[in-house]
């Protein structure tokens, strides 16, 4: 795959910068055309993503988190998120749907369970105390223009 566009940007773990987040993938992907169903799941995915390391890698903390979005030759987009927090200790049960590790259980722990549905790839890497890494991949169909 040849890539064709690239952005990155950080911005600090704070819930008001998911709709940032969300937001910015979805204007970097708008040369696509996507269509509306794909833009939303894309934008969905990266919410939930967001969210996953604004409520579990840093705590009670601000950290950073990282977005790089890559744009490859026949409509495949990569997004990997990233941050630099507490990392997920088992990967597998975390991706388990209504497994959640937030105090309380106010969280549905459905948050890899979106990602999935709405992307046709999702790959985690985590490392304790070294932050984790979740990499969106979507192919979008690319639609003729007849104007």
Do not use: W
Request: charged fraction near 20%; glycine fraction near 8%.
């Amino acid at each position: 795959m040849k890539l064709q566009n690239e952005v990155s940007f950080t911005f600090d773990s704070k819930s008001s910068n998911e709709a940032f987040a969300r937001s910015a993938v979805g204007a970097f992907i708008l040369g696509l055309d996507p269509t509306v169903g794909e833009l939303n799941d894309i934008r969905t995915a990266v919410s939930e993503a967001v969210t996953n390391c604004v409520v579990h890698a840093y705590g009670d903390t601000i950290g950073k988190i990282y977005i790089n979005v890559k744009i490859f030759e026949g409509g495949t987009v990569t997004i990997k998120i990233r941050d630099k927090g507490c990392g997920i200790e088992n990967i597998d049960k975390a991706m388990e749907p209504l497994f959640t590790t937030a105090p309380g259980n106010e969280r549905a722990g459905l948050g890899f369970a979106v990602m999935q549905s709405f992307t046709d790839n999702v790959k985690v890497r985590s490392k304790p105390n070294a932050g984790t890494t979740v990499t969106l991949t979507k192919k979008l169909s690319l639609r003729v223009n007849n104007a």
